[in-house]
């Protein structure tokens, strides 16, 4: 169960980085996702189930005229289980599911023997037993440990109230002997055998969630912190997981940001399986990796023709450019002095940008920087899903200009203004807008999707609320589905 629960949640490779006290991203599992996480599981359970071999049973008993009879049930096998109704439930302890109306199938060998007069008798066949109204229970519980998530279960059982044995072969005394002699060891050891499968299934699942990489890499240029911060938090009717999630640039320390966020602040509304709640300081941090790894410069060189980069073009925006390098053709270079600001507020993202951009001239083989403007840019826009990444669309609010340095003469900001504003709206933005359309990655686990989903924006966060689909042609191998299918994300 708490293996399919991180599937909804996680997205995680490479090795550990420091986790911190604090969680910028918070994921909250409703009633209504714990219900198709449980019934996820029973499905492919029991799609995968492989049978499960019990310790044979020896009995002896003592028979009228036929004396001391000794009896082995050996290759006791469980063959199949099915379940017609089942629950899930999150409470302080921790999450339980309860399978209720569960049948098997068990498969035997027979075999008795007894000695009447000196003579030894014996005979052998097989048996099918039935097994109905089975009731399998599971709490299981989780907390953070080192950064990672430890699973633990804190009750399990199984209770079988009937079965139906079959035998092939056999006298009639045998049959009813059988019977009653041994259903309930058969039932004590299937019941044995399905909790002893528990344990061992939860162990497994404890080793590799304590194994699980705690970074998400991207192309080697930054690392999110994906660890644990604090023990689940479990509700009456929902399970809240706080990761790191900060981004910072690959091989350095992780630095501390004030977060905005509090457990207080989560959704779980039952309406969506799955909330996850991003703060602010999470894209800040993206921005900021980002920056130090000096992803935020660009040459423009190539314009639509209203902004021919020629400096007959601009000789009556700048004369004096015009005059010392007559009809040569241009280059601009934006290079951002800092990372970007994102700012989220009710109902809209905004972002400050702070940039230089250098006019360059062409003169023969040479790049030669005539002047540099001090540009600050203030966008604006909305949010929303697609897939399973958040996805959003900039536009131009306002800007201001600075002249930094000039080698042809000041020359007043108002005079290319209109000019820069035209190419922030006509080529900046829309260059924005290309990365921003292929999207922030929610941690999703590959194999599964968001559905119907939306975005709230309260001040200083995104949460989105959202159903979740599985693809069944994914494997569901537990080390195959748990580990991510990290996607390269390019920059150019």
């Not at 240029?221 to 900060?246: H, R, W, Y």
């Not at 990372?339 to 951009?357: C, E, F, R, Y």
Request: charged letters at 20%.
């Amino acid at each position: 169960m708490a293996s399919l629960l991180l599937l909804l949640l996680l997205s995680i490779s490479l090795p550990s980085i420091s986790s911190k006290s604090e969680g910028y991203i918070s994921a909250t599992i409703s009633t209504k996702g714990l219900t198709f996480a449980k019934d996820l599981l029973i499905s492919q359970s029991i799609d995968s189930f492989e049978p499960i071999q019990v310790p044979d049973i020896e009995k002896s008993t003592r028979i009228p005229l036929l004396g001391e009879v000794h009896v082995v049930a050996s290759d006791v096998t469980i063959e199949s289980v099915n379940v017609s109704g089942s629950s899930v439930a999150a409470g302080e302890s921790g999450i339980t599911i309860v399978a209720s109306g569960a049948s098997a199938k068990v498969r035997l060998n027979w075999r008795y023997w007894y000695s009447s007069w000196f003579v030894e008798v014996s005979d052998e066949g097989t048996a099918s037993v039935q097994v109905e109204d089975m009731e399998i229970g599971l709490t299981i519980g989780m907390k953070s440990e080192n950064g990672a998530l430890k699973a633990y279960i804190t009750e399990s059982g199984c209770y079988i109230t009937d079965l139906n044995i079959v035998t092939d072969g056999g006298a009639s005394w045998f049959y009813q002997m059988f019977i009653d002699g041994f259903g309930d060891h058969i039932k004590s050891s299937v019941e044995t055998a399905i909790t002893q499968k528990i344990t061992e299934v939860t162990i497994k699942l404890d080793s590799l969630l304590q194994n699980l990489p705690k970074e998400v890499n991207l192309n080697n240029i930054a690392s999110m912190n994906v660890t644990f911060v604090k023990d689940p938090l479990f509700k009456s009717s929902s399970v809240e997981f706080d990761i790191n999630g900060l981004f910072v640039p690959s091989e350095e320390e992780n630095r501390e940001l004030v977060s905005r966020f509090s457990s207080e602040d989560s959704v779980s509304d039952s309406s969506k399986m799955l909330w996850i709640s991003l703060d602010e300081a999470v894209f800040n941090s993206a921005s900021d990796a980002l920056f130090q790894a000096g992803l935020m410069n660009w040459i423009v060189d190539t314009v639509p023709e209203e902004f021919f980069l020629n400096t007959a073009t601009w000789r009556f925006l700048i004369p004096q450019l015009y005059k010392k390098y007559p009809n040569a053709d241009m280059a601009l270079n934006i290079s951002l002095t800092s990372s970007p600001v994102v700012k989220i507020t009710v109902g809209k993202l905004g972002a400050s940008i702070n940039s230089d951009l250098v006019i360059n001239v062409l003169d023969g083989t040479e790049t030669v920087p005539v002047a540099c403007v001090a540009i600050v840019v203030s966008v604006s826009g909305s949010a929303e899903v697609a897939g399973n990444n958040i996805i959003s669309k900039a536009e131009l609010n306002d800007f201001s200009l600075e002249l930094k340095w000039s080698n042809v003469g000041n020359f007043h900001m108002s005079l290319i203004k209109g000019t820069i504003r035209l190419f922030l709206k006509r080529i900046c933005i829309p260059y924005l807008n290309k990365y921003l359309k292929e999207g922030f990655p929610l941690p999703i686990i590959h194999g599964f999707t968001l559905e119907n989903a939306y975005i709230l924006m309260p001040s200083a966060k995104i949460i989105v609320g959202s159903d979740v689909t599985f693809n069944e042609s994914v494997s569901v191998d537990l080390r195959a589905s748990i580990l991510p299918q990290v996607k390269e994300i390019k920059y150019e």
